[in-house]
């Protein structure tokens, strides 16, 4: 089938590809604009790992043709993090460990943030039943009930909007265990050592 | 599980939608919302040739309200759900779209692409059954209006014609102090219902002077209880007479059975809601006068 | 899956037994079936062409017919795989006299799995029923043609309406 131009707008900056009019907006973003943060778990609308924002909407991108997108705004968990410092609800997700895999982060997060903004002070039942259509298979949910809920109290006390304010976050330190390049150096370290044995 | 390729077309109008339709035939399917037809594609248990998307036509969005609430083709269910024109003139159609489901469903379905795919399990099919609705569709040859008695064939079948587009839902509002009731069954909150009942009552002088009864997820189409209907009007409300309405509906369905539920929880479940549905209708009537 | 029915078809036992022993007639009834071709005596290969809607998948496979004990019973086997998944289905036909009319006595067994099954569970049994169904009606518009055995008399009326139960 012929190849189409497609422009998208992620996370406020524009990017090209060309694909075949079957090719699921999922897909286009993973592979065309290599943003692989968001997952494909069921391809079938079931699962919410794939969700993304359109035009301020939380929808299911696996459901969605590229070129179906054409125009809008999206926003991917890419787009949630400024530089070094996470938004708040990632932050309130860490701080809660409502990650263990983290194959089913992506798309709570982009329900969540959608969610948050509709309804910033929700009951504990309206959570739940907003987080209904993301399926985790580690968690166990309840700690990503906590994460949202901790993420809606900041919303209360600091007051952020997104793009949100930057005094809620975490400093990363140096040789902190939380610090991805130590961690990372760590990982290069066990590999070497383990390709020396061979 | 990717689709198949196909030929797209994004029409900017109904016309232009319809002639390409009249052209393709049965190779081409309708793209509103894609909720239910897309997964279908992504499995490749529907292969069209031709998708149509009319998610680029103007003018097809809109909720006008009037003797019948009027809902274009395009409105998503998530519009529909938290329009006050909805809520105010037809609450069983938004207590219903509140369990079509989920959010990121909804922000993307639309009532109409719901109407047209017919799943024996929706929401939709059954308010407008209950309410008594009738969609208008577009051909070649012009615009006709069609009943719900007529719209809904079987499994996923309508009798849209493959030429037609649906441009619109029309459901009719209930008489002014009316009650009404959406009840079902689910495993998960946002699954399909195993079962669903909706239910409008109206009084007048301490009788019933209106009672309708839809069901979901009983048969192949929604399916109106006209039994329990019948018996209900000119009699005054009771618990007694609740028991007898539910019983009327599970004498009336013969439903299959499947993994999810047998024929017998079908009917009972079936049974219980039309019982509760018409107990909280009622309560709804008192609170409206 | 287990579906049972009967159904009342306006001939003779003989002429029922013969129609549907017929192959032209098995490749006319049977909903979506494509090609039917004869590779043994009562075994057929067989090309499927089936679904709902959208909802359609191509089938290939087998259809025999076993146990015969003319003219009134038999057991008829299709079994079919494609794409959208595979089916196994062998059903017990039995005819019984009824006045002009022939009553059909039919228990079938069936297997489906594959996708189709998984995600289609909810309606694979009522549109299992709905295609038994079509197969009967085409049966019925058919011998509603031929002449019942003996000719002149008055043809058997009977409704060819169906009730099927899903065990």
């Not at chain 1, 060309?18 to 968001?38: N, P, Q, S, V, W």
């Not at chain 2, 030929?7 to 052209?23: D, I, K, Q």
């Not at chain 2, 279908?40 to 969005?61: E, F, K, Y």
């Not at chain 3, 228990?107 to 996708?115: A, E, S």
Request: with cysteine; glycine share 12%.
């Amino acid at each position: 089938m012929a190849l189409r131009e497609i422009t998208l707008r992620i996370n406020d900056r524009e990017y090209r590809g060309r694909a075949e009019t079957r090719k699921t907006l999922a897909d286009f973003i993973r592979e065309d604009c290599a943003l692989t943060g968001t997952h494909l778990g069921c391809e079938h609308g079931v699962c919410g790992a794939c969700t993304i924002l359109m035009n301020g909407e939380a929808v299911r991108s696996c459901l969605l043709f590229a070129v179906q997108a054409e125009g809008a705004d999206l926003r991917t968990v890419e787009g949630l993090a400024d530089g070094e410092h996470l938004h708040p609800i990632q932050q309130a997700f860490w701080e809660s460990h409502a990650l263990q895999c983290g194959f089913c982060t992506p798309g709570f997060l982009m329900t969540t943030l959608a969610f948050l903004r509709e309804n910033p002070h929700p009951t504990d039942r309206e959570i739940r039943e907003a987080l209904a259509g993301n399926l985790c298979r580690c968690t166990g949910y309840q700690n990503i009930v906590t994460a949202v809920a901790a993420a809606a109290e900041a919303n209360l006390s600091q007051g952020w909007k997104v793009p949100e304010a930057k005094e809620v976050r975490r400093e990363i330190r140096a040789g902190d265990s939380r610090d991805r390049r130590t961690q990372r150096a760590g990982i290069a370290k066990t590999k070497k050592r383990r390709t020396q044995r061979r | 599980m990717k689709p198949a390729p196909f030929e797209y077309f994004a029409p900017r109008s109904v016309g232009e939608a319809v002639h390409l339709l009249a052209e393709h035939g049965t190779e081409a399917k309708v793209l509103a919302g894609g909720q239910s037809l897309v997964p279908l594609m992504n499995m490749r248990l529907a292969r069209p040739s031709v998708i149509v998307d009319i998610n680029r036509i103007p003018g097809l969005d809109y909720i006008t309200p009037g003797p019948m609430l009027r809902i274009g083709a395009l409105c998503r269910q998530r519009t529909a759900e938290k329009s006050a024109e909805v809520g105010a003139r037809c609450p069983l159609l938004r207590d219903a779209l509140r369990l079509v489901g989920h959010t990121q469903i909804r922000n993307r379905g639309t009532v109409g692409g719901s109407i047209a795919h017919a799943d024996p399990a929706a929401e939709l099919t059954a308010v407008l059954a209950a309410l008594g609705g009738e969609v208008m569709v577009q051909g070649p040859k012009g615009a006709r209006a069609i009943a719900a008695s007529d719209f809904f064939v079987t499994y996923l079948t309508t009798s849209l014609a493959s030429d037609e587009l649906l441009t619109e839902v029309r459901f009719p509002a209930p008489p002014p102090g009316a009650g009404w009731s959406w009840m079902e069954i689910a495993r998960r909150h946002g699954d399909f219902a195993l079962v669903g009942v909706g239910a409008v009552l109206a009084l007048r002088d301490g009788v019933i002077a209106e009672a309708r009864i839809a069901l979901t997820g009983v048969g192949p189409t929604p399916v109106r209880a006209q039994d329990a209907e019948r018996l209900l009007v000119g009699q005054a409300p009771s618990e007694g007479l609740w028991e007898e309405a539910g019983a009327a509906v599970r004498a009336s369905l013969e439903p299959d059975g499947d993994i999810h539920a047998s024929p017998e929880y079908r009917t009972h479940v079936a049974a219980v809601l039309t019982c509760r549905a018409l107990r909280e209708a009622l309560t709804r009537v008192r609170e409206a006068s | 899956m287990k579906l049972e029915g009967t159904n009342t078809l306006p001939a003779s036992v003989n002429t029922v037994w013969k129609t549907i022993n017929d192959p032209e007639a098995l490749r006319r009834c049977t909903p979506g079936l494509k090609e039917l071709k004869e590779v043994a005596p009562d075994t057929y290969e067989a090309r499927l062409e089936i679904g709902v809607a959208a909802v359609k998948g191509a089938y290939t496979g087998r259809l025999a017919i076993t146990d015969k004990r003319p003219p009134t019973h038999y057991i008829i086997t299709l079994e079919g795989s494609g794409g959208p998944g595979f089916m196994k289905g062998q059903g017990t036909v039995d005819l019984e006299r009824e006045g002009d009319a022939t009553l059909v006595r039919w228990v079938g067994d069936i297997q489906i799995g594959g996708l189709i099954a998984g995600v289609g569970q909810r309606m694979i049994g009522g549109i299992g029923k709905m295609l038994i169904g079509q197969f009967f009606k085409c049966l019925e518009q058919t011998l509603g043609g031929a002449a019942p055995a003996g000719g002149g008399g008055p043809r058997a009326g009977g409704d060819a309406a169906g009730s099927g139960e899903v065990g």
